[in-house]
């Protein structure tokens, strides 16, 4: 890739950058790293470069050297006209997906953030769909979706829906994190205002920052509609589990009680539930979590 290898910590601009006075409308935002397949990468860009209205840039972060079958992946996509812009951030050493969000948010140059993981795949509409609630609704900040979990093995899908409206999505997030990273689009201002993404809770980053984007008045929408499949397996079930992660969610329903997101007895009552929930074996755990989930219906 001569010419579009950037030193580590630093980012380079491809295809055709925009003038410094345009600002992009939408930045999509995603990260890979050593762990993701090139076969998972393809997949997953290719479904945002072949979105019926695609974002103006992608900012993708490489969160630590990866194998040469993602960096030949990447290359293809270099002078893909349907993204005007692709950003690369390349990161000298895995750090996680908190600190590799925030690098990538620093390069995002548009209005509007499309988040996206780089082993799921987004519907074709969906940016569309979302960005036509925005222009509708200009007093939310935060729009997102259902989605549907899928399994390599040809296991049945499981859809994870929510409510729709805002005061319901955040009574229910007192209780359980009912909406999925990746189907999020965001206003970039509000994510910014709130600090970005923090690496104080483990695994449960989006989480925490759905919490401190509720405290702050962020408006959220939920579109009832698949506009994301996510890649979900028994053993990404399994890693939810353990004596590490029961503690990151004592201390981020600490936070919760500490910011008033929580009362005392929410507190007490939901705390409980997910220690038991974190500490159970990983397959009645992977039960559980199929309990919360409903068949997804292909439409």
Same mark, same amino acid.
């Given at each position: 890739?001569?010419?579009?290898?950037? $030193? $580590?910590?630093?980012?380079?601009?491809?295809? @055709?950058?925009? @003038?410094?006075?345009?600002?992009?409308?939408?930045?999509a935002l995603m990260s890979t790293y050593a762990g993701e397949?090139?076969?998972?990468?393809?997949?997953?860009?290719?479904?945002?470069?072949?979105?019926?209205?695609?974002?103006?840039?992608?900012?993708?972060?490489?969160?630590?050297?990866?194998?040469?079958?993602?960096?030949?992946? *990447?290359?293809?996509?270099?002078?893909?006209?349907?993204?005007?812009?692709?950003?690369?951030?390349?990161?000298?050493?895995?750090?996680?997906?908190?600190?590799? +969000?925030?690098?990538?948010?620093?390069?995002?140059?548009?209005?509007? *953030?499309? !988040?996206?993981?780089?082993?799921?795949?987004?519907?074709? !509409?969906?940016?569309?769909?979302?960005?036509?609630? #925005?222009?509708?609704?200009?007093?939310?900040?935060?729009?997102?979706?259902?989605?549907?979990? #899928?399994?390599?093995?040809?296991? $049945?899908?499981?859809?994870?829906?929510?409510?729709?409206?805002?005061?319901?999505?955040? !009574?229910?997030?007192?209780?359980?994190?009912?909406?999925?990273?990746?189907?999020?689009?965001?206003?970039?201002?509000?994510?910014?205002?709130?600090?970005?993404?923090?690496?104080? /809770?483990?695994?449960?980053?989006?989480?925490?920052?759905?919490?401190?984007?509720?405290?702050?008045?962020?408006? %959220?929408?939920? *579109?009832?509609?698949?506009?994301?499949?996510?890649?979900?397996?028994?053993?990404?079930?399994?890693?939810?589990?353990?004596?590490?992660?029961?503690?990151?969610?004592?201390? %981020?329903?600490?936070?919760?009680?500490?910011?008033?997101?929580?009362?005392?007895?929410? /507190? /007490?009552?939901?705390?409980? +539930?997910?220690?038991? #929930? !974190?500490?159970?074996?990983?397959? *009645?755990?992977?039960?559980?979590?199929? %309990?919360?989930?409903? $068949?997804?219906?292909?439409?």
């Amino acid at each position: 890739m001569s010419g579009s290898v950037a $030193p $580590p910590g630093h980012s380079s601009r491809l295809n @055709q950058p925009q @003038q410094e006075h345009e600002e992009a409308t939408v930045s999509a935002l995603m990260s890979t790293y050593a762990g993701e397949t090139a076969t998972n990468l393809k997949e997953s860009l290719e479904s945002i470069y072949a979105q019926t209205v695609p974002p103006d840039q992608l900012v993708l972060v490489l969160d630590g050297p990866v194998e040469v079958g993602q960096e030949v992946v *990447i290359a293809r996509y270099v002078f893909d006209s349907r993204v005007a812009n692709l950003t690369l951030v390349r990161l000298p050493s895995n750090g996680g997906l908190a600190r590799a +969000m925030n690098a990538g948010l620093e390069r995002c140059s548009g209005k509007y *953030i499309m !988040r996206a993981d780089s082993d799921d795949i987004c519907d074709p !509409r969906r940016l569309e769909l979302q960005l036509d609630y #925005f222009n509708a609704h200009p007093e939310t900040d935060v729009v997102t979706g259902w989605c549907a979990e #899928f399994y390599n093995d040809g296991r $049945p899908e499981r859809l994870k829906a929510s409510s729709v409206h805002h005061d319901a999505v955040a !009574r229910a997030l007192r209780w359980r994190n009912v909406l999925t990273h990746g189907t999020v689009l965001i206003r970039t201002e509000t994510l910014r205002r709130v600090g970005g993404y923090r690496a104080d /809770f483990g695994m449960l980053e989006d989480y925490d920052l759905y919490v401190r984007l509720v405290l702050s008045g962020a408006r %959220f929408h939920v *579109i009832p509609k698949v506009l994301y499949r996510m890649r979900t397996s028994v053993e990404q079930c399994r890693r939810r589990g353990g004596l590490r992660y029961c503690l990151n969610e004592l201390l %981020f329903r600490f936070s919760c009680l500490r910011l008033g997101f929580l009362n005392t007895t929410e /507190f /007490f009552v939901i705390t409980l +539930m997910y220690v038991v #929930f !974190r500490l159970i074996g990983g397959s *009645i755990r992977n039960h559980l979590y199929a %309990f919360a989930r409903t $068949p997804a219906v292909v439409e």
